[in-house]
């Protein structure tokens, strides 16, 4: 099977060893994204709510640069420091998806890259 790297300068560039995302046939693999600024490389300033923001503003340039949208997300992944951000999430989260909603997961972690209180990745279905 092919492998095609999907890149953005449209999302902050990999702080890893690791692409911003994979497409093999008809599926694409976005890799976790934290609130990064795609500009500076920065976290961004502001409440968690800015930051949840940014993490789906990331998501949505990189699921662009593989041709599709935030709709062809099956499966999203939602890493907090802090699971009292959960409706939080679901709030925010219901601005950037409709229904049908993707499946998800949501787990509290102890730490993230950068000190990021949010980490998401996803799957979509082109």
Request: hydrophobic share 50%.
């Amino acid at each position: 099977m092919t492998r095609t790297i999907i890149a953005t300068p449209d999302a902050p560039q990999a702080i890893g060893t690791y692409s911003q995302a994979v497409r093999a046939g008809d599926t694409v693999y976005l890799s976790g994204q934290i609130p990064l600024d795609p500009k500076t490389g920065e976290l961004v300033a502001g409440d968690m709510e800015a930051q949840v923001r940014r993490v789906f503003d990331n998501l949505r340039a990189v699921a662009t640069a593989s041709g599709g949208d935030l709709s062809h997300v099956v499966k999203l992944n939602v890493f907090l420091t802090d699971l009292a951000h959960f409706a939080l999430v679901n709030r925010v989260m219901a601005e950037y998806f409709e229904q049908p909603y993707p499946a998800r997961a949501a787990v509290g972690v102890a730490a993230l890259p950068r000190g990021s209180a949010v980490e998401m990745d996803a799957i979509l279905a082109l």
